[in-house]
Nanobody, 121 residues
Framework: QLQASGGGLVQAGGSLRLSCAAS????????MGWFRQAPGKEREFVAA??????YYADSVKGRFTISRDNAKNTMYLQMISLKPEDTAVYYC??????????????????WGQGTLVTVSS
């Protein structure tokens, strides 16, 4: 089970850190990702972290940082310089065996419930 938290209301230019805690699973065994879904839009890739690499959507490069603390079995998404267009429900996801990539929803096996990030202008 994955539990996402840390969302909230923040002004444009502000920062938030999202967390994704795993229970019943060892995060270090998985590639992990963050996705987001804005109202009326498709769920889109934000960032991913494997044991060796990180990947980011162009829209968040330089502003978001994905990280993982295997000792705490938790993944994070540090978000700075937030923009109103970052407003969305953010979901964390885990991929077991490699499934051909990290930027598509179908590559992931397990999902958290989502946490809402609202950025006001």
């Amino acid at each position: 089970q994955l539990q996402a938290s840390g969302g909230g209301l923040v002004q444009a230019g502000g920062s938030l850190r999202l967390s994704c805690a795993a229970s019943g699973r060892t995060l270090s065994l998985y590639s992990m990702g963050w996705f987001r879904q804005a109202p009326g839009k498709e769920r889109e890739f934000v960032a991913a972290a494997t044991s060796r690499s990180t990947y980011y959507a162009d829209s968040v490069k330089g502003r978001f940082t994905i990280s993982r603390d295997n000792a705490k079995n938790t993944m994070y998404l540090q978000m700075i310089s937030l923009k109103p267009e970052d407003t969305a429900v953010y979901y964390c996801a885990a991929q077991g065996n490699y499934r051909g990539g990290y930027t598509e929803r179908v590559r992931y096996d397990y999902w958290g419930q989502g946490t809402l990030v609202t950025v006001s202008s």
